[in-house]
């Protein structure tokens, strides 16, 4: 007869957990979500949250190296919420580190699904529009390719982004037409949403590398290809999910399109910048 997987008594023939005890450590693994979530929305003391989770993760036999799942997985449901609501505050965030020291949680682990960086960029537009300089919140692992000036703060870097150069000069195309395979890259399908119409915008590859934001350039490079704008050469802005298109001073300039960044947040940071 094997035992209970939960208390260890004697399961019964063909089994071996008992229905009372799994129930426990469903309920005991529920209540412990729950308790996460509460403190991350409304606050509340950290140290003696974390001795009521012992006691419940003891008594319902929750072992102690099955908890940092449960607090990523509550992290991630409850913060993605507050943001979604427009409930995220600066209250909170103080919150997200607290609870980050408190459960001892790496960046890594809090950013398995991208929350981290989430939560790190919505401070960044936040200290934009109080009119800071936002400070890094982001460990930058990758090296830097750029030489920062002395008054310059790094926001942001991407990696694996294609940059793609609007040649104002190839705009004439405008037919649709298919294209073949190794054209495809070329060219950006440009939708055009009060006439309907979609124009084919030649686009020339210029590589895929690291491209950084600061507060006072963009900055793109791919192997000895170096490019650099000035935030205050930017004269608009074009965004998607997942590209921007930055279109410089000047009448028929080119623009340049950077693919695989997020698009939402560059346009959010670089209209903040401008001045
Ligand atoms: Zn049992």
Redesign the pocket.
């Given at each position: 007869m094997a035992?209970?997987?939960?208390?260890?008594?004697k399961?019964g023939f063909l089994s071996n957990?008992?229905y009372?005890?799994?129930l426990k450590y469903k309920q005991g693994k529920q209540r412990v979500a729950q308790m996460v979530e509460y403190i991350l929305r409304n606050g509340g003391e950290f140290s003696s949250l974390k001795k009521r989770i012992k006691e419940i993760a003891i008594s319902s036999?929750v072992r102690l190296q099955e908890l940092d799942a449960i607090y990523i997985k509550t992290f991630n449901k409850a913060v993605n919420s507050l943001i979604e609501e427009g409930h995220f505050t600066e209250a909170i965030e103080d919150r997200i580190a607290e609870f980050q020291q408190a459960f001892q949680l790496s960046q890594e682990m809090l950013d398995q699904d991208g929350t981290l960086k989430r939560v790190a960029k919505l401070s960044i537009i936040r200290d934009l529009d109080k009119g800071l300089i936002p400070e890094p919140r982001m460990v930058v692992e990758s090296y830097l390719p750029f030489h920062l000036q002395n008054t310059e703060q790094l926001i942001w870097i991407f990696n694996d982004v294609e940059c793609y150069k609007q040649n104002p000069n190839l705009q004439a195309d405008t037919s649709l037409r298919m294209l073949g395979k190794n054209e495809k890259r070329h060219y950006y399908r440009k939708v055009d949403e009060k006439s309907e119409t979609v124009k084919m915008v030649q686009m020339q590859h210029m590589g895929d590398g690291t491209c950084a934001l600061t507060n006072e350039h963009v900055y793109f490079t791919s192997g000895n290809k170096k490019y650099k704008l000035k935030i205050n050469n930017i004269a608009s802005t074009e965004a998607f999910k997942d590209q921007i298109s930055l279109f410089r001073e000047g009448f028929d300039s080119d623009a340049q399109l950077f693919k695989n960044i997020d698009g939402v947040f560059m346009y959010n940071a670089i209209n903040r910048l401008i001045s």
């Open positions: 035992a209970c997987k939960y208390c260890g008594e399961a957990k008992h009372f005890c799994e036999a």
